[in-house]
């Protein structure tokens, strides 16, 4: 395993580190965030829409959002999809922009989500796990054909636990940022 193997390794990781990351932004904290409806995906058009790319999304108070859609004879759909999300948000609409209220969150949801983050980032960890596993049997199968020496094996062994490890930190340290979020009263 090169240079090259070892950068290709590490923006793998970096991937995985970046999914999460959009994930965990995903998850409900008591302030409204228009990221909260990245996954909301409206049906217009003959098809199925993601919401951001039908309105403009705001976020004017701590505990609002406006969505102003572009096209307004959407609103109705918008609304629609908003109400069947699994947001728990109850939007209202005056014809032209549909407010979200974002409740304050009870100490039991705050637990939940809290329980939610943790599962995203372990499948995070996960995934950065099974890369590495790849690299290391790559590694491993390069020393059994002869291609490089034992003690490059594990030299290289070591620089591939090097980036893993400094990717879970990250995950870590994600984790750690969104559960205080979450717990903020």
């Given at each position: 395993?090169?240079?090259?193997?070892?950068?290709?390794?590490?923006?793998h990781m970096?991937?995985?580190?970046?999914a999460i990351r959009h994930e965990l932004g995903t998850v409900r904290t008591g302030?409204?965030?228009p990221s909260l409806l990245d996954l909301v995906k409206?049906?217009?058009y003959g098809q199925q829409m993601p919401l951001n790319q039908?309105?403009?999304?705001?976020?004017?108070?701590?505990r609002l959002l406006v969505v102003s859609p572009y096209d307004p004879s959407q609103v109705a759909g918008i609304e629609k999809a908003l109400l069947t999300s699994d947001l728990g948000l109850t939007p209202s609409n005056d014809g032209k922009v549909i407010r979200l209220p974002i409740p304050a969150l009870t100490e039991e949801r705050r637990k939940e989500l809290v329980r939610v983050t943790?599962?995203?980032a372990e499948e995070g960890r996960i995934a950065i796990r099974n890369i590495r596993h790849e690299a290391n049997k790559k590694v491993q199968a390069s020393r059994k054909s002869g291609e490089v020496s034992e003690d490059e094996m594990h030299r290289q062994l070591k620089e591939i636990q090097d980036v893993t490890d400094r990717h879970i930190k990250v995950i870590d340290e994600m984790l750690e940022r969104k559960e205080k979020e979450v717990m903020e009263v």
């Amino acid at each position: 395993m090169e240079g090259s193997d070892l950068k290709e390794v590490s923006a793998h990781m970096d991937k995985s580190v970046e999914a999460i990351r959009h994930e965990l932004g995903t998850v409900r904290t008591g302030k409204a965030s228009p990221s909260l409806l990245d996954l909301v995906k409206v049906e217009a058009y003959g098809q199925q829409m993601p919401l951001n790319q039908m309105a403009t999304i705001s976020a004017p108070e701590p505990r609002l959002l406006v969505v102003s859609p572009y096209d307004p004879s959407q609103v109705a759909g918008i609304e629609k999809a908003l109400l069947t999300s699994d947001l728990g948000l109850t939007p209202s609409n005056d014809g032209k922009v549909i407010r979200l209220p974002i409740p304050a969150l009870t100490e039991e949801r705050r637990k939940e989500l809290v329980r939610v983050t943790h599962k995203i980032a372990e499948e995070g960890r996960i995934a950065i796990r099974n890369i590495r596993h790849e690299a290391n049997k790559k590694v491993q199968a390069s020393r059994k054909s002869g291609e490089v020496s034992e003690d490059e094996m594990h030299r290289q062994l070591k620089e591939i636990q090097d980036v893993t490890d400094r990717h879970i930190k990250v995950i870590d340290e994600m984790l750690e940022r969104k559960e205080k979020e979450v717990m903020e009263v």
